[in-house]
Each structure stands twice: as structure tokens, then as C-alpha cells.
């Protein structure tokens, strides 16, 4: 079972001998830097989340406003099994879709802004309301309410976050108990490294994120991004 953010928070205070000088807010902050630390090394091309775009006829650039997103895979019609087909941005603008030849997209590019969020480009320009589905790998999202749960239950996810976290306080206090944490950090980076290459443990955590579709578009994905 997963820990709560609270849980978590309370298995960290226990690691550093309930330190009075340390707020809730602080460990909380380390929590969430393990995490995405932890993602960063053994879980980026793991992660995917679904999402839609629903076209207007004659506007070809739609704004993913996605928080959470890291980078694109596929894109496709809910009306059509095909796949639209992915073109890069600068060979997109060479040819530049005809504003006069609408229709129902098969191609898309996208182009991503200083504001970090990518516009979606189609061709032809849509001419009608089109649902087009999307599959993008997705960033963890931070543990806030101290009843949030990482979206990853499985394989050891809760220790990599405790000892983390546990490290990040004796990083500049001591340096034999940051060492000791350290390395219980890696050793459970390792672990959860050499479970999730074995068939039997990356299937259990697939059907972990496929439970999590009822409250979360996230599922597991163990396949690199086609789009940087």
C-alpha cells in the first residue's frame, strides 16, 4: 500500500531524530525533490499519460496546456484507427498547410515556446470539430496534500522517497549519516532498477497505472519518446 504524504513525512522526521528546526514544509520539499530526482534516473521513459484535442474548423495551432507534460509520442482520431503522421517543425513551415484545402488532419508538428508550452500544428487545417487523441510522457506530480499518494505504488517507490528526502537533511549536517543514507538511496534506486527490467515486476507496475486511469490519465509505458 502506498504511503501518504503524511506518512512519508513522518518516517522522514523519525530518520533525522525529529529535528525541531525543520518544518513540515521543508521536508515536504524534499520528499518532492527525491521524487523527481528518483524519476530523472530510472523512470523518465516509463511514464505516459493520455489527453485530446478537440479542433475548430479553420484553426490549425492548438496550446497544450498540459503541466506535467515532458514530450510527445503519438497523436490519432477517435473516429479512425489510423495514426496522424508526425512531421518536423521546420519541414512543416517549408511546405505550410493550404488554408483553401481543408479537412479532417493527417499530419501534426508542434513548436514549443519560451513559456514551455508546445502548440500543436495539423494539416490540412481541420474543417470540422475533430477529437484528436494524444499520448505524451508525463512528469510525476508533486505530493501537496498530506493525503496524496505518488502515482507510483510499486516496487519500492516509497523507500527511494524516504531515503531521499532523509539525505537531502544530512547532506550539510553530517557527513557519515549522509553517507549512510546515501547509500540506502542507491541501494534502493538499484533494486527498484533491477525489478522493473524483469517482466513480473514492470507488469505490476503497469497494472498500477492502469488502476490509476480512474482517478489519472497516467500509464505505463516502457518505450522512448519519439519527439524530443
Do not use: C
Request: aromatic residues 12%; negative net charge; hydrophobic residues 35%.
Amino acid at each position: 500500500m502506498a504511503r501518504t504524504l503524511s506518512d512519508l513525512r513522518s518516517l522522514v522526521k523519525d530518520n533525522i531524530h525529529n529535528d525541531s528546526s525543520v518544518s513540515d514544509s521543508r521536508i515536504d520539499s524534499w520528499i518532492n525533490l527525491a521524487q523527481d530526482d528518483a524519476e530523472q534516473k530510472v523512470l523518465r521513459r516509463y511514464l505516459g499519460a493520455l489527453s485530446n484535442i478537440i479542433t475548430e474548423d479553420g484553426v490549425n495551432s492548438y496550446v497544450i496546456m498540459e503541466q506535467d507534460f515532458r514530450s510527445f509520442r503519438q497523436f490519432w482520431q477517435t473516429d479512425s484507427p489510423a495514426k496522424l503522421s508526425y512531421v518536423p517543425y521546420d519541414e512543416f513551415v517549408r511546405y505550410k498547410p493550404d488554408p483553401l484545402q481543408k479537412g479532417k488532419p493527417i499530419r501534426w508538428s508542434f513548436l514549443r515556446f519560451t513559456s514551455g508550452f508546445p502548440t500543436i500544428l495539423f494539416d490540412p487545417i481541420p474543417d470540422d470539430a475533430y477529437t484528436i487523441e494524444y499520448e505524451y510522457l508525463a512528469n510525476l506530480p508533486d505530493l501537496i496534500n498530506d493525503s496524496d499518494v505518488s502515482l507510483i505504488s510499486q516496487l519500492g517507490w516509497d523507500k527511494i522517497l524516504e531515503a531521499g528526502a532523509s539525505k537531502r537533511y544530512y547532506r550539510k549536517r553530517s557527513t557519515a549519516d549522509y553517507q549512510v543514507w546515501k547509500d540506502i538511496h542507491e541501494e534502493n534506486l538499484d533494486e527498484f532498477r533491477r525489478q522493473l527490467t524483469q517482466t513480473q515486476g514492470a507488469s505490476r507496475m503497469y497494472a498500477s497505472f492502469m488502476a490509476s486511469q480512474v482517478e489519472s490519465n497516467f500509464y505505463g509505458i516502457p518505450i522512448e519518446p519519439i519527439v524530443a
